[in-house]
């Protein structure tokens, strides 16, 4: 639940960033810039990730799984890094379009 949480935030927050980005651009430019067209598209790219996320953390249970009977004593530690570092790769996957499309909005306002 908590790694849920937090990606899904982390996704809010980046359609909300690709909104305002859009809004803007096609405000300042004319044309828009983040979101596809016809927008269903979007639609489907979130839940299609939304489920290969979620296929990504059951390989990390399962790949803990596999180091409890590998490494009787050190399976804890595993789990613990394995979910911090999946978590933190998860949530700078989820927020690079953000980043991406907040970048190049920047750049074409200073180009102008």
Same mark, same amino acid.
């Given at each position: 639940?908590?790694?849920?949480?937090?990606v899904?935030? &982390?996704g809010l /927050?980046? %359609? #909300?960033?690709?909104?305002?980005?859009?809004l803007?651009?096609?405000?300042?430019?004319?044309?828009p810039?983040g979101?596809?067209?016809?927008?269903? /598209?979007?639609?489907i790219?979130i839940i299609?990730?939304?489920? %290969?996320?979620?296929v990504?953390?059951?390989g990390?249970? %399962?790949?803990? *799984?596999?180091? =409890? =009977?590998?490494r009787?004593?050190?399976?804890?530690? $595993? +789990?613990?890094? +394995? $979910?911090s =570092?999946g978590l933190m790769?998860?949530l /700078?996957?989820? *927020?690079?379009? &953000?980043?991406l /499309? #907040?970048g190049i909005?920047?750049?074409?306002? *200073?180009?102008?």
């Amino acid at each position: 639940m908590p790694y849920n949480l937090a990606v899904g935030a &982390a996704g809010l /927050f980046t %359609i #909300a960033v690709i909104v305002v980005v859009d809004l803007i651009s096609e405000r300042k430019f004319g044309e828009p810039l983040g979101l596809p067209d016809p927008p269903i /598209f979007a639609v489907i790219g979130i839940i299609a990730y939304g489920v %290969i996320a979620n296929v990504c953390y059951t390989g990390g249970w %399962i790949a803990e *799984l596999i180091a =409890r =009977r590998v490494r009787k004593g050190g399976s804890a530690a $595993f +789990a613990l890094t +394995a $979910f911090s =570092r999946g978590l933190m790769f998860s949530l /700078f996957l989820t *927020l690079s379009p &953000a980043l991406l /499309f #907040a970048g190049i909005l920047c750049v074409r306002i *200073l180009r102008r």
